[in-house]
């Protein structure tokens, strides 16, 4: 509950964050080892999250589908970089109804096999491209190691697969759906990301190339934050799936998939909490507004919550989402301080003096104490709060994107290089060799995060450009990648 207080993130930020998903009731664990359950709270905020990608998921022209949990162990085996990268994390299900099953079905760790299979059988020609779909679903992989919303072995998400005629449109439909997580990320959810191309060893088990966003935490690490991958014509050679072009020539489609899960909540948390709690980005919280009516009598009583059911009615009206705080039982005091952790945007207090004087105190979350707080008139109050928000989005957005800026280092010396990676991201020319990058994951456990697309947005200013020498060996390189710890 709110009265136990929680671990500063100076003191043990993992705890912090444990602690802070328990009590701000966002998802608890379940009885099978490293699953969740996403309580109301935190399944609103997946709701949020959900919409707002949905919408551009659709205004791009893609349109949602349902494809079954169980797939066909052999499906899985089709693809040789598939069945690698992701073998030792399947769930394998070999009884059912009480029978050994003839074939053995594996729980959807993803669900490109079963996709292809099925494209084969609905493109023909030319005429059915492009294949542009998305569902919205769990999955499941078999994780060691498991953080709430961070990884568990069950998660949900969204995943994209388009199919297209040529090379060059699904390396278009891959890049625009980066930058449509992008754009989520900076207009929905005020968290700064780095758009970039992953490595070799850090791309998609089957992809030719995979994007992230690549987005810094409030302890320093890095969390990838959502991918899209270009798949070439892996999985299209994989599962057959060929058209009839114009010249009446069989070719084999070009494909790509790209994702973004439940783990997103995690960068929200780690990104803006504080040590009062939750910090959520407007556009996105359960709750945009809560009232929290102050009263010592029965008659103030009356008086203050009419006020405040009138007030809840014109911000509902205005598209707000609120919640009017009737707890009884709960001092004002220790109402503030619960919703403060569950980081409601906007608290309005509402007391008899309030009424009297037709105004109400305001509160913002992101800037807690008396730095935050103004009174500010009930008959103005629908727009001023929307107005509020904004200002909230934009303060949150710029302090995220200051505090990256200040936690990355551009660092042509190794010595340089160890020290960034124990505070943030280390930004710095690299030959491009899985060795040199195997070798500093080893000494540093920092991981090439991404080549970012645009090097300049890095630091905020143009910086060292061209070619220079690997941080690492000391060769030439023609790449300048952001090297992190990562969750």
Partial sequence: ?????????????????????????????????????????????????QSALDRRFKATGHQNVAFPLLIPKSFIEKEKHHVEGFSPELAVVTIGGGEILAEPLVVRPTSETIIGHMWSKWIQSYRDLPVLMNQWNSVVRWELRTKLFLRTLEFYWQEGHTAHATREEAVEETKQMLDVYTDFAVNDAAIPVIPGAKSDAEKFAGADVTYSIEALMGDGKALQSGTSHFLGQNFAQAFDVKYLDQNGQLQHCWTTSWGLSTRFIGAIIM???????????????????????????????????????????????????????????????????????????????????????????????????????????????????????????????DKALAFRRANTHETLRYDDFKKA???????????????????????????????????????????????????YCGKPAAHRAIFARAY
């Fill in 421 to 471: 990676v124990e505070t943030g991201f280390a930004f710095a020319f690299w030959c491009g060799s899985g060795d040199c990058e195997a070798s500093i994951k080893e000494e540093t456990r920092a991981t090439m995060r991404c080549i970012p697309l645009d090097p300049d947005a890095v630091l905020g200013h143009s910086s060292a450009s061209g070619s220079g020498a690997c941080v």
């Fill in 271 to 397: 990104v803006h909490g504080d040590d009062q709690g939750l910090v959520m980005p407007p556009k996105l919280a359960p709750t945009q507004v809560v009232i929290v009516p102050i009263f010592k009598t029965d008659e103030e009583k009356a008086s203050v919550l009419q006020t405040a059911k009138e007030l809840k009615a014109q911000l509902v009206k205005a598209n707000l989402r609120v919640a009017l705080d009737e707890r009884e039982g709960f001092s004002p005091g220790w109402k503030f301080n619960d919703w403060e952790m569950r980081g409601v945007p906007v608290r309005v207090e509402l007391g008899p003096k309030d009424v009297a004087k037709q105004a109400a105190m305001l509160a913002r979350r992101d800037k807690p104490g008396r730095e935050g707080k103004f009174s500010a008139s009930l008959a103005d109050l629908p727009a001023t709060i929307e107005k509020l928000l904004a200002e909230i989005h934009q303060s949150l957005f």
């Fill in 1 to 49: 509950m709110a009265e136990d207080k929680l671990p500063t993130r100076a003191q043990d930020f993992s705890e912090w964050y444990n602690q802070l998903v328990l009590k701000a009731q966002l998802a608890d664990y379940a009885p099978v080892r490293g699953c969740m359950i996403v309580r109301p709270y935190g399944w609103a905020l997946w709701e949020n999250i």
